[in-house]
């Protein structure tokens, strides 16, 4: 049975409220997304309104236009609602009055988007900021008038008690940005990540605190390297007062901190510190630039700007700071140094640059310097004053590097230089002063033997830059003035006095008192040829050289005379030298000189040659007047470092003109009483004449043993000649470097050779006989040699017939590319007697035997390790006395082949001798060689020289150079 429920008990009332309460939240949410969704789709409705658009396109345009006070331009803009994405197209600002054109600023194309965090709590970020191509073009009058527009104020309160907003960028990027400052571009690019930007207000202070960050930041200019950097930024601003707290923007180990306070927008007033620290090494890399030095600089100090009508920029900012660093490398192709200790004060003040103090260790010396620049926002008039005291040339020296190099040369002593200079706008108006001390000493090994030099200079100069302009083709260098300058040593000084310019005036004088210190000064710097020892010059004597330099430093103009006495040369001596001296770059003549040699003879002597660039070409016009007489050929021999064994008188007469190729003038050489190589010669006479096309000269040699015709001609323009030479008979009896070494020979040697044809392709005839030739009582018959020379191939045929024997020889000559040589010589059987009897006489009569030999050569003459030899001697058999008989037991031959003596196989066999020998023996000092002998040989029967029985079992293998000593010999019995 159930019981009822009261009425109180009901529950019908509670659920009835329930219901209506979710109807009514569920009406409140509808009606919510309907009104958002009207309003979406009103305010996409709007969005895609033209005439909407352009409503807040103008409107935008109007509101930054009073804002900035300049005009400013908007193309068009795009908003995406989905992904809360704004494009703005062609934006364009003009420059401020009275500059408004060109625009200040152009910008292609800009974009940003917006991320939402929280709607109910109103938090955002910016997800990405890109402007690309942006041109901004900034101006600055002489007057500090620029085309910067001022923010213009509103009069209207926010109407907020607090302003609070906080905005990220996740990723910021400049693409192709360029900048004109006063009309010069510089293109720029920039790469932000992670930028942070927060600011808040404070309503009762009137006052934004902010914060600015981002790293991994990279700057993009010109074709330098990309600037990676941070920035850490931290700033408060009043209505009438800015103030950053913190700036530190760093790259690498360079960075920069400031802070700095505005007041006053409207006429700012600025006070600041800085302190930058600036790594060498870093903006070498980021400029390209090796030079720059490498190190660390730091600047540190305060700033302070107020804005004053009518003052430029430069003439209102007031700074000063400290300038340090403990060391900077400087790093030049031609030089490398080092800058330790570098400190100086500067300050700016009403438009001028003062530098005070500055001073620093430079190559073991002492740097000091100041300087100004007074009006720098006008036309700048500078001045510096410097001065570098007791300098190392030794550290000096090494700087220089590669440049400065001399090997064996030490440098000692100190350099200390004063110097200032002074120039107005630029360096065009340069004029400068300074005076140069040396004080040291060279040191080396000349010649092998230790020498010093002491070594004072003293330069007093001046330089002026002028503004004048340069003659064509020159370049206006100014004018640099020398006076009292000198370069001393012990025995020789070196003044200069005049100035160097495109007009220039130097004169120049220098002293030897004694010549010997010259040479030893040459020989510090001279270097022998390799393999070779230095060969002294002897020099000796006294020297003067007065002249002057003028002209341009393009072309210079050098005329002066020298005069030198007891001049000794290589041994020789020289009464007196005298010379007038005139050149420059397009000619050269030698005037009015006279040497005359202690011994006897003189000469007289005027020369010209016409240079183009200082360089002498085979067409350039000469011109030669020359009289020599009674001159000592020996002493000219030596005085030529000449060792040849050449006495006589040389007497000549020329007087030659035109050129190389077209010589004209006529001459003659005479040498009389003389004796070449232990022969006497009772004359030798070259006469020669030249018309401009060809050039002819006779040759007369008359000696005791005979006499020598011949007759040459040259066209040295064709490149083409012709030639003969011949004699009658020369008596080899009469030929006295025969006799002077105890060769007896009678005979007449005639001679006759002819040649013509082109210095490319030289023709010639050579045909030399002796009929019969009696040396050491031997009789040589029918000595008779050919050559010929055609279509650069050489061929030669000896034949002979010498002790009872033929003798046959053969050769072709290549005379192109690597000399491709075929050669032969054959004999028939050849008596051993009468050979031996020609060297050792004493013991020919004893020796009875024959031989016979037969050899060929082939292969390039260039190349050793290509030539191939081989040597055959048949026939060898040797008798002494009757005792003794001895002959090869089978052919003996010998090859050269890929640089290789090889020695085959074969022996010696007679009485009591029987030894088998070979052999392999390399031309290269590196390569080892093989040599092994067997056998018995006798030595003691009816010999002079009495050994007794020699065993002999000796093998060798061992390089080239090898000590005699260190060779073993396994078995040898006596």
């Not at 009582?777 to 055609?790: D, P, S």
């Not at 010589?825 to 008596?831: F, M, S």
Request: aromatic residues 4%; neutral net charge.
């Amino acid at each position: 049975m159930t019981t009822p429920l009261s009425e109180s008990d009901s529950p019908q009332p509670a659920r009835r409220g329930t219901r209506l309460a979710v109807k009514i939240a569920a009406w409140c949410v509808g009606s919510i997304l309907v009104l958002i969704l009207l309003l979406g789709c009103t305010l996409a409705v709007l969005l895609h309104s033209a005439r909407f658009h352009q409503y807040l396109l103008q409107t935008v345009r109007s509101r930054a236009s009073e804002a900035l006070g300049v005009r400013v331009q908007l193309r068009d803009f795009k908003l995406g609602l989905a992904a809360l994405h704004l494009d703005l197209y062609g934006l364009i600002v003009d420059g401020a009055s009275p500059y408004a054109n060109p625009p200040l600023l152009q910008v292609d194309h800009a974009e940003a988007s917006v991320r939402v965090v929280s709607l109910l709590r109103g938090k955002w970020y910016l997800e990405s900021i890109r402007v690309d191509r942006p041109v901004a073009r900034i101006f600055v009058d002489e007057h500090g008038v620029s085309n910067l527009p001022t923010f213009q104020s509103s009069g209207q309160g926010s109407g907020k008690s607090t302003s609070i907003f906080d905005l990220a960028i996740r990723h910021a990027v400049l693409e192709d940005g360029q900048i004109y400052y006063n009309d010069k571009k510089s293109v720029l690019a920039a790469d932000l990540h992670n930028v942070d930007f927060e600011t808040s207000y404070n309503v009762l202070l009137q006052k934004y605190s902010g914060h600015l960050a981002y790293s991994d930041g990279h700057l993009y200019s010109g074709n330098f390297q990309p600037i990676p950097h941070n920035l850490d930024a931290e700033f408060d601003a009043t209505p009438s007062t800015f103030h950053l707290t913190r700036a530190r923007l760093s790259t690498g180990p360079s960075q920069a901190v400031l802070t700095a306070t505005l007041n006053n927008y409207g006429n700012p007033v600025v006070d600041g510190t800085y302190d930058v620290i600036v790594d060498g090494a870093q903006v070498g890399a980021i400029l390209k630039d090796a030079t720059i030095p490498k190190g660390k600089v730091q600047a540190a100090g305060k700033v302070n700007y107020a804005q004053t009508a009518g003052r430029s920029l430069l003439d209102s900012v007031i700074a000063q700071g400290d300038l340090n660093s403990r060391e900077l490398a400087v790093r030049t192709p031609s030089m490398r140094a080092t800058v330790a200790n570098l400190a100086a004060r500067y300050s700016l003040a009403d438009g001028n640059l003062r530098l005070e103090d500055m001073h620093a260790n430079v190559l073991g010396g002492y740097l000091k310097a100041s300087g100004t620049v007074n009006g720098l926002s006008g036309e700048a008039q500078s001045r510096v004053e410097a001065s570098l005291k007791n300098v190392s040339l030794a550290e000096l020296r090494r700087s220089v590097g590669a440049a400065g190099t001399m090997p064996g040369v030490s440098l000692t002593g100190q350099l200390s230089v004063t110097a200032n200079a002074t120039w107005k706008k630029a360096l065009e108006n340069l004029v400068a002063q300074a005076d140069t001390t040396i004080h040291g000493q060279m040191a080396g090994a000349g010649n092998g033997a230790p020498s010093t030099v002491p070594l004072e200079s003293v330069v007093h100069g001046r330089y002026v830059a002028s503004n004048a302009p340069a003659k064509k083709g020159s370049t206006n260098i100014g004018v640099l003035t020398l006076s009292k300058s000198y370069l001393r040593t012990g025995q020789t000084n070196l003044t200069l006095d005049g100035s160097v310019s495109q007009n220039s005036s130097l004169q120049v004088r220098l002293e030897a008192e004694d010549l010997r210190e010259v040479e030893t000064i040459a020989d510090l710097f001279r270097a022998p040829e390799p393999g070779k020892t230095l060969q002294p010059l002897g020099l000796g004597g006294s020297a003067l050289f007065d002249g002057m330099v003028q002209g341009s430093v393009q072309a210079p103009h050098l005329a002066g005379h020298l005069l030198s006495s007891n001049l000794s040369v290589h041994g020789t001596r020289w009464k007196m030298v005298r010379l007038g001296l005139d050149a420059d770059p397009s000619e050269v003549r030698v005037e009015n000189a006279d040497l005359e040699l202690a011994s006897r003879g003189r000469i007289l002597l005027n020369a010209s040659a016409a240079l183009a660039h200082w360089s002498f070409s085979n067409t350039s016009a000469l011109q030669v007047k020359m009289n020599a007489s009674q001159l000592d050929v020996a002493e000219l021999m030596k005085a030529a470092g000449q060792n040849a064994t050449v006495t006589g008188t040389l007497n000549v007469d020329v007087n030659l003109h035109g050129s190389e190729l077209h010589p004209a003038g006529d001459g003659s050489v005479t040498l009389t009483n003389a004796i070449a190589y232990e022969q006497p010669v009772t004359s030798l006479k070259v006469t020669f004449q030249g018309t401009g096309e060809d050039a002819h000269a006779d040759l007369a040699v008359l000696t005791p043993a005979g006499g020598l015709q011949g007759r040459f001609g040259v066209r040295p323009a064709a490149r083409t000649y012709t030639a003969q030479l011949s004699t009658n008979g020369i008596h080899l009896e009469k030929v006295q470097a025969l006799t002077a070494h105890n060769v007896n020979a009678t005979g007449t040697l005639t001679l006759n050779a002819s040649g013509q044809g082109s210095f490319d392709d030289p023709q010639g005839n050579l045909d030399l006989e002796i009929p019969k030739l009696v040396i050491q009582e031997q009789t040589i018959t029918g000595i008779h040699l050919q050559t010929n020379v055609a279509n650069h191939v050489a061929h030669a045929t000896l034949a002979s017939s010498a002790v009872n024997t033929s003798i046959q020889a053969k050769a072709t000559v290549n005379l192109t590319g690597d000399y491709l040589a075929d050669a032969s010589v054959d004999t028939q059987a050849i008596p051993i007697q009468p050979l031996l009897a020609v060297y050792a006489p004493d013991q020919a009569e004893s020796v009875s035997g024959q031989t016979e030999l037969h050899a060929t050569l082939h292969g390039p003459l260039k190349d050793k390790n290509r030539l191939e030899a081989h040597v055959t001697i048949p026939v060898l058999n040797l008798a002494y006395g009757k005792d003794i008989q001895l002959a090869e037991g089978a052919p003996i031959r010998v090859d050269y082949q890929n640089g290789v003596v090889k020695l085959q196989r074969s022996s010696i066999r007679g009485t009591d001798t029987d030894l088998t020998f070979e052999g392999s023996i390399p031309t290269a000092n590196t390569a080892a060689m093989t040599v092994m002998m067997q056998g018995t040989v006798n030595l003691k029967k009816n010999t002079n020289i009495s050994f007794g029985c020699l065993k002999l079992q000796w093998s060798l293998h061992a390089r080239r150079g090898l000590p005699v000593n260190s060779l073993r010999v396994p078995h040898i019995n006596l």
